[in-house]
């Protein structure tokens, strides 16, 4: 059991050299995760989802109760800047309609998991990050919907409800089914030794959803040349970036301290591409490169958060 502890932590410590690790490979040998599509890529989050709602408590949803300022600034700087920088880029780089649809998607999803790593990594607000990223979260079933409807109707027909249903199904009720088995659980030896096993696990079955998207656009990766990756990449750095920064600027207009601005740069700027990509792969299916950007976003936003973490931790040492 402490070498499946000392594992968690390697990769959860190594997540992003671990998850590109298993991109390269899957590129050169495509065939090892056509397994993961369709419901089993459906499950596979839905784990992801329920490894987070494992970890939370009740003091966790207390806060949010209890700093209503600070969530409703983080909450309105996620589904304001995330999407609107999204359609900027898709408007000013004329992109083709189905990597439009990819990073629009990613703008639209809630914050990531791993957000809440970063945010201990470089002393920012914890308690903020993971009230925000649980916050988002809930709402996601209306808002990521909502939002695809308003920045992506004039391209494909979105299925509001549909996508509603998903997102509930794979998001809430696992976090939700976390949570009760945390709150009935949490004293017992052995759930504690679980909730220890949970962030290699997350980075494991993320890394599965990574690989299967990279087995589903090997063809039209090849096909279509490096250029299309280096197009794709670009657009997912401005808006991960633009992200980290605008996230940054709404805390300060919103007076926050260090901490928490470093937190809702954070949090606004990751995102929860792994969502994403499942809902790329149910929804837009007749677009298969509609999965590109949210795979690339889950490697990238794990190393650009990783980096910028090391950055604030670095001027805080100065």
């Not at 329920?50 to 408590?57: A, D, F, P, S, V």
């Amino acid at each position: 059991m402490e070498i499946l502890k000392g594992l968690s932590q390697w990769l959860a410590k190594y997540a992003s050299a671990f998850i590109i690790a298993v991109a390269v490979i899957t590129f050169m040998m495509p065939g090892l995760f056509k397994w993961v599509h369709g419901n089993t890529q459906t499950v596979i989050l839905g784990l992801i989802m329920l490894t987070m709602g494992l970890t939370l408590t009740m003091q966790d949803f207390k806060v949010v109760a209890r700093r209503p300022w600070d969530f409703l600034v983080g909450v309105v700087a996620q589904f304001v800047i995330m999407p609107g920088v999204a359609y900027l880029l898709v408007r000013v780089w004329h992109l083709e309609p189905a990597l439009a649809l990819g990073i629009l998607l990613v703008g639209c999803c809630p914050g990531g998991v791993s957000s809440n790593i970063m945010s201990y990594l470089c002393h920012g607000d914890v308690a903020f990050s993971v009230g925000m990223t649980c916050a988002s979260t809930v709402l996601a079933p209306v808002m990521t919907p909502l939002l695809m409807q308003l920045t992506a109707g004039a391209i494909i027909e979105i299925d509001t409800v549909g996508m509603f249903l998903n997102i509930l199904i794979v998001t809430i009720l696992p976090i939700a089914l976390g949570c009760v088995l945390n709150y009935y659980f949490s004293k017992r030896e052995s759930f504690l030794t679980l909730q220890s096993l949970m962030p290699g696990t997350s980075v494991i079955l993320l890394a599965c959803i990574v690989g299967g998207v990279i087995s589903t656009v090997h063809d039209p990766l090849v096909e279509r040349g490096f250029m299309l990756f280096i197009w794709t990449f670009a657009v997912v750095f401005c808006h991960n970036s633009l992200g980290y920064l605008l996230g940054w600027v709404a805390g300060r207009l919103a007076g926050f301290n260090t901490a928490k601005k470093r937190t809702i740069s954070i949090e606004v700027g990751m995102q929860n591409a792994g969502l994403a990509t499942v809902l790329a792969g149910t929804f837009f299916a007749a677009q298969p490169l509609s999965v590109l950007p949210c795979a690339i976003s889950c490697a990238w936003h794990s190393i650009s958060g990783t980096i910028l973490a090391g950055i604030y931790r670095r001027m805080d040492e100065k």
